[in-house]
């Protein structure tokens, strides 16, 4: 690895470092939150809709939205309000679901509403979509256009509204007519942010000249970035705004374009309105509404054009079906700091492109709701290959819930990896042996280092899937520049993490892969057996099947550890980074609760452990200075020193103690060094394999 991709990953460590926090106490766990009401009020003009929010919902429970004034504002099934007539309404918002049998209502609030005259008619003629790939799906809570229907036989069509696209507005065969000004609330359709390109017809018989403008005015979400901190505190509902001018003479149809080019990120209330001068009654005859990220940009084609390789779609296939028919299916990502979901969002870390693409799944694929679709998020920051291997058991396997391993497994190392082929190459076919469709994710990340091209050669070994969202931006956005500012976390790609919009764009890339493979024919699965496939490193079978141990592992339940005693890494170590998604109901959950730790006080007595394997690895926390080095004996043989680096960030550091193609009993004896007896160290887990 060059210098300088080493000094851009130390950047970034010590930037995630910052974000994650140096210090907490993982004694201490957060239920997770209710749902409660966001939206307390609402202005609107007559005609006018804008969505009630509502914060942390839950999947399997109902709202509802009464009006106690239906003639003045009147609410959908979905939280839409709509201004009727001038006045003041309450619209009481509720949650209803079943506990023990019982059905249960709980009051969320009230959302006072003020509806103004606002002069505007005709507010949302019907918007018809242009055509569009049938890659392209999914997000918007509360999409413009009416879902296509799921699952019609031969064919293949997104069920939820792409992040961008064009819309036709359907305005009858002789136009729609308005008095002074025309509105068109496009709702969630520039929460990604990026460029709005409208064209419109107009037509105006007042006998002279008039200026027509055109502009759109949202709520996005703001905040400030000190250094690599959000301030907290910073972050508020700010409204945007632009518009441009044009002249439209009188008893001609006059076609204009405007391009709004810097509508910000996290804007969820987008409306259009189009206006005469003095108010003037006039005639639109077309409208078109064309959106993208970014300029040189062809969102549809970028995604179409993310889909690197297309493997064998026995397995995957397989998955889909079973998600149809109501069968339950599982999707885990297994991955680093971009899977975990750093700087995914501002306002949830369901915004992260894993989390996005299963809801888009279960959204298209699954029955009824899709409940019978189950998630697994096992991204950590900084995780390699080797750290990979040794969570897998843990933090995958572990944690299915319907059936032994999961239907779909989603890998994403290429950013984090060094000379970790053999173990990344391993996690393959340790899912594969066990019936689980591999899909090799590639996710953009500015830190320098990415094995796209090294380890799509070992998908190819295997024929799978895989998607590379970086290849859709070379071959279908031309500004590299302007596709950066949108695409990741703060300005020019600082700290090399994808934000909101990033997230999404993955997310697409995926459910493209998805469509894809809907609309093919089915294939017979190619891998009857694993080991008959010769892998691209020998060294790759040593790591297979390997299984977490840590401090709560009871060794009478394993058949590989006989002995084992901490010694004086009998500690607990609350210096840990946390998880930035809830996981087992913990929100905040550290990264390894159950770890060995030396302390201050510990003393010197060693960690030892008898144990039968073939490969053993070592997981430990680099936190730089104050820490102390730690050796590791095997079978009386000085065999590693584990030490700290400058820069270390509380991450995970991985050295592979044993390697070896045959397993055997092993005495592992690990002590502080000589002179750092009284100072910290911290062993996260231990992985072998037999």
Known sequence: MCN?????????????????GAVSDINVATAAKKASLKTKSLTLNVGQSKKISIKNKVSKRTYTFTSNKKKVAKASKKGKITGVKKGKANITVKETYKKKGKKVTRKLGVCKVVVKNGNIQNNNPSITPAPIPPVVTPVPTQPVVTPTPTNVPGEVKPTVVPAYEKKVFDM????????????????ESMLYGGICEVTVKVRQNTGTDKKFTVGYEGEYLYFEVNGAYIDQSSKRQETCSGSEEFTAGSGVSTEQTIKFSAVPKYTNDFNILITCEDNSPFVIESMTVNTNPCESAEYSEMVSNSLLANGNNARIKRAIEKAKAGEDVTIAYLGGSITEGFAASETKNSDCYAETSYRQFKQTFGKDGGDNVHFINAGMSGTSSALGIIRYQRDVIDHVEYGEVPDILFIDFAVNDGN????????????????????LMFVLYTGGCNHEKDYSQIGEIYDLYMVSPGQGQRTACTDKKAFDDWFYWMENGGYGHPDVGGHRYMADCIMNMFNTIEAEGDEIDNISDVLSITPSNSRSNYF?????LESNTDITKTDAVSELNPGGFSGTDKGQPKLQYIKDGVEGMVWFPNEWAHTASSGSDSFTMKINCSTLLMAYKQAGSGFGKAEVYVDGKLTKTLSNVSGGWNNAVIDKVIVSDSASEHDIEIKMASGDESKPFTIYAIGYSK
């Open 420 to 439: 970790d082929a053999e173990t990344y190459e391993a996690i393959i076919r340790t899912a594969l042996s066990q019936g689980t469709a591999v899909v």
């Open 172 to 187: 009858g065969q002789s136009g729609s007519e308005y008095n002074g000004t025309a509105y068109f609330s496009l709702e």
């Open 544 to 548: 297979m099947g390997m299984k977490t």
């Open 4 to 20: 300088k991709s080493v000094k851009k990953i130390v950047c970034f460590f010590m930037a995630a470092a910052m974000m994650v």
